[in-house]
DNA sequence: TTGCAATTCAAACGCTTGTATGAAACTATC
DNA sequence: GATAGTTTCATACAAGCGTTTGAATTGCAA
């Protein structure tokens, strides 16, 4: 088994070459370079290129997925079995915007192969994201349990535009950031994830009750 | 300057492979091929294939973007100068929703080479939407005046989830359908520009005195 | 130390890609 | 109907790609 220097020697180079130029123009030779091993060594230990794509994708969102699980289990222990929307949603765009938002010079390697992973969408990590449909689920389960006199049909159009919000924006930070001038704070992060709950909250509670507070407000203040 | 028989074949050729399999494995050859014309006649013709891509591309987002600033033109000299919230986030969104979704049966090959172009962004593509800031402007400035008493940090925040909700719905409409099983109907093309509107206007105007209606209820009929 | 499996290495393979070339075939003008 | 300009064509080019090969090296167990 060795020591796996040069399985993670490759790994590493290969996260920070994507995150830095994108997956369009970064070739095996130029990651076997980046770490310093022969060119080889990839096809030997990862078997072809789509899947180290796909180990280093699947390692990074792991982590993110089993984030939001420990927040939304946490979350639903604490009420009984039923959590707050509020909470399942900040749950569900929280760990994403938190690991790919933030100061640029400070943002991880990790966060800056996210966001491409994000913006180009190459084949491998597209085969990947579409098995999290299950995961995805659970979360339509909480948020059930959350409003149970929501249809079904709100819930999902609810959870998809959550989805949207938290994904676009950090696909398109860069064009908001320059749309707004630079009034748009994009690396208060914790007050971009209580901007897109509290819009969320609404799309999902509008029309009943009309949501316990302005929601915006009280989110509002993390700043 | 002959018939443009050649030029305007590529044009719809390469549209279409583009459409059906996607920018990362459509070739030259397999343009020129669909097309029957001879492989030089694309340099001849557009310079490069960047170009072509780029020339598509501009083609129709010109398209969707004159569609955009016609129905926020109507909307605005109709109010006076000034058009309600609801108008204006129709307008910038729905020309784009109504351009993409849509039975896929009946979905033109536009459409899906939008969806495409959407979904995999490559080089060309993403050059071109860099410069589309200058058109969204226009819409920050008649948000403006619909909302005068909204921060301008709101007003963006506002119009970046608008356009978050029409993109990711557009890029993740399978993903939707499969989650929802078919519950959610992205073939009704107006009850999807109604969702999107309704909660991009709940986003601009909660915390002072709420959206007039539920929004939703009224833009509902149009189907 | 010997033997064996795991790992590394330089080199090359085979294929595909976008682009360039220069001759041939048109088209229109005078 | 010769001429000049445009367009088409077959073909080749050069480069880059991911992958494979088989020999050399290493590390560990017997």
Same sequence: chains 1, 2.
Wanted: glycine share 6%; charged share 30%; hydrophobic share 45%.
């Amino acid at each position: 088994m060795a020591s796996d220097h040069t399985r993670s020697a490759i790994l590493a180079a290969a996260e920070r070459l994507y995150a830095d130029r994108g997956f369009g123009d970064v070739t095996l030779r130029d990651i076997v370079a980046e770490a310093g091993v022969n060119l080889a060594a990839v096809n030997y230990h990862f078997g072809s290129k789509d899947e180290l794509i796909a180990e280093l994708f699947v390692t990074r969102s792991v982590q993110t997925n089993r984030e939001r699980l420990r927040e939304l289990k946490a979350a639903e222990e604490e009420g009984g079995g039923r959590a707050p929307i509020e909470v399942i949603l900040r749950a569900l765009v929280g760990p994403t915007l938190r690991g790919c938002l933030g100061p640029e010079n400070q943002r991880s390697t990790a966060a800056r192969f996210m966001i491409r992973a994000s913006i180009e969408s190459v084949p491998p990590i597209r085969r990947i994201k579409n098995r999290e449909i299950d995961h995805l689920r659970k979360f339509v389960g909480a948020m059930r349990r959350a409003l149970p006199e929501r249809s079904d049909v709100d819930i999902y159009w609810g959870l998809n535009f959550a989805l949207a919000m938290a994904h676009h924006t950090i696909r398109e930070s860069e064009r908001l950031t320059k749309l707004s001038e630079g009034k748009c704070d994009l690396d208060d992060v914790e007050d971009v994830v209580a901007r897109v709950v509290s819009v969320a909250t609404m799309a999902l509670t509008a029309g009943k009750a009309e949501a316990k507070a302005p929601a915006r407000a009280l989110a509002r203040d993390a700043r």
